[in-house]
C-alpha cells in the first residue's frame, strides 16, 4: 500500500514579518477592554457532573460572564492534597466538544477545555444542534461582523476567556505558576491571542492555528483563514 506523507519546515521563523501594521491603538485597546470586562460581575457557575467525575478526579461545567453574553467550559481537577499545574485547551472550529478532558494527561494536571460559542457545551444533543445552527445564521460564526472589532464573534470569546482563567487560576486546586495553553485550528489560534493577554498563562503549543496574519499576501505568503 503507498502511502504519502507531507511535512513541513520553518525557517528563521523569527524573521518572518507580519503582512499588515497593526492599529496604532491596538496594545491600548485590549489593556482598556480587559480592565472594562474586569467591572462586570462575574456571575462564575460552576456544576459538579457526575458521570465524569471518579474518585481520581472531579469534572465540571464552568462558564462566567463576558461582554455580550458569557463564555462556557469544562474543568477537570485531579483529586490531589496539592495545588496541580493547569493546561487550557481550546476547541476547534465546530460546535464544540460536549464532555470533559478527562485520561489524557494521566490525572496530573487540571485541564480547563474552552467553548467559544454563547451557550452550554453539556446541552441535549436537539438544543445543541439547533444553538450552532442559530450562531451560523445569516453566515458561519468565525465571520459574523467581522467588519468591525467590537461587534465581532470572537470579541466576548477572548474577553470572556480571560476573565475565566484569571478566576479559575485562583482556586486553591491549582497552582497559578503553572498554567499553559494549547489548541489546534481555530483554538491555536485564540490559544496564541489568550496567551498574549492573560498573564497567568506561561507557555503556549499550537498546531496549524487558524485566525493568523490574514494579510500575509502582502507579503507573498498565503494567510490562515
Known amino acids: ?61 464552568v462558564s462566567c460572564a463576558s461582554i455580550n453574553g458569557r463564555v462556557y467550559g469544562y474543568l477537570t481537577i485531579p483529586v490531589k492534597n496539592h495545588k496541580v499545574p493547569m493546561l487550557i485547551g481550546i476547541d476547534p472550529s465546530g460546535s464544540g466538544r460536549n464532555m470533559p478532558v478527562l485520561k489524557q494527561f494521566g490525572n496530573r494536571k487540571a485541564v480547563l477545555w474552552l467553548n467559544v460559542h454563547n451557550y452550554s457545551p453539556s446541552l441535549p444533543t436537539k438544543e445543541r444542534n439547533a444553538a450552532y445552527k442559530k450562531v451560523n445564521t445569516p453566515t458561519v460564526y468565525y465571520l459574523s461582523k467581522n467588519t468591525n472589532r467590537e461587534t465581532y464573534y470572537y470579541y466576548r470569546v477572548l474577553l470572556g476567556f480571560n476573565k475565566l482563567v484569571n478566576h479559575i487560576a485562583k482556586l486553591p486546586e491549582i497552582d497559578a505558576n503553572k498554567i499553559g495553553a494549547f489548541g489546534v485550528s481555530q483554538g491555536g489560534g485564540l490559544a496564541l491571542m489568550l496567551t498574549s493577554l492573560n498573564s497567568y498563562i506561561k507557555g503556549v503549543c499550537v498546531a496549524v492555528p487558524a485566525l493568523c496574519d490574514h494579510h500575509a499576501f502582502n507579503d507573498g505568503r498565503y494567510p490562515g483563514w
Open 1 to 61: 500500500k503507498k502511502i504519502n506523507l507531507i511535512s513541513g519546515v520553518a525557517v528563521a521563523p523569527e524573521k518572518i514579518t507580519p503582512g499588515a501594521v497593526a492599529p496604532k491603538d491596538f496594545d491600548q485597546f485590549w489593556q482598556n477592554k480587559i480592565a472594562e470586562v474586569e467591572k462586570i460581575p462575574l456571575d462564575f457557575k460552576i456544576e459538579k457532573l457526575e458521570k465524569y467525575s471518579t474518585k481520581t478526579y472531579v469534572s465540571y461545567e
